[in-house]
């Protein structure tokens, strides 16, 4: 069986990679044989914040967004008949991505990119760029 890791933000650059995987699943395996991941990241929220809300109110927000955020891309899944877990975690978005392809055994992490080029992702940073760095399996870029 092979794993297959998307992180998912909402945009379009990660439903490219959503629409990449189900159109070469055969590649990947037999259909069935293809387990999808979807994870959504949210950061954590910053200590000022946290004094006047609830625990219950931030892990409440916090799944509400990903759910938000993970919505089409299981449409997508969902219309072409694919199986996939979803995942919403809290904290270091490239931390938690790469922490979680471990954890899960994944063979392979598909993420889609904005394609700024280099020079703009030196001055932002870049999310894709750390999963890269952080990464011990192989990573497929969508531009």
């Known amino acids: 069986m092979k794993k297959v890791l998307l992180p998912i933000d909402g945009s379009e650059c990660a439903l490219r990679g959503v629409a990449l995987v189900i159109?070469?699943?055969a590649c990947y395996a037999q259909p069935d044989d293809l387990e999808i991941h979807l994870v959504n990241?949210?950061?954590s929220f910053s200590r000022d914040v946290s004094r006047f809300v609830s625990h219950e109110q931030m892990v409440s927000f916090h799944h509400e967004e990903?759910?938000?955020m993970l919505k089409t891309a299981r449409?997508?899944?969902d219309a072409a008949g694919a199986k996939y877990t979803c995942h919403t975690e809290i904290g270091n978005v490239a931390e938690k991505i790469t922490e979680?392809?471990?954890t899960l055994h994944c063979d392979q992490?598909?993420?889609g990119t904005h394609g700024r080029g280099a020079f703009m992702e030196v001055l932002t940073g870049?999310?894709?760029l750390k999963v890269v760095h952080l990464?011990?399996?192989p990573i497929l870029l969508v531009k």
């Open 23 to 25: 159109a070469k699943r």
């Open 135 to 137: 990464s011990k399996i």
């Open 109 to 111: 992490l598909v993420m």
């Open 126 to 128: 870049s999310t894709t």
């Open 100 to 102: 979680l392809a471990e």
């Open 66 to 68: 990903g759910e938000k």
């Open 75 to 77: 449409d997508l899944l």
């Open 41 to 43: 990241v949210q950061t």
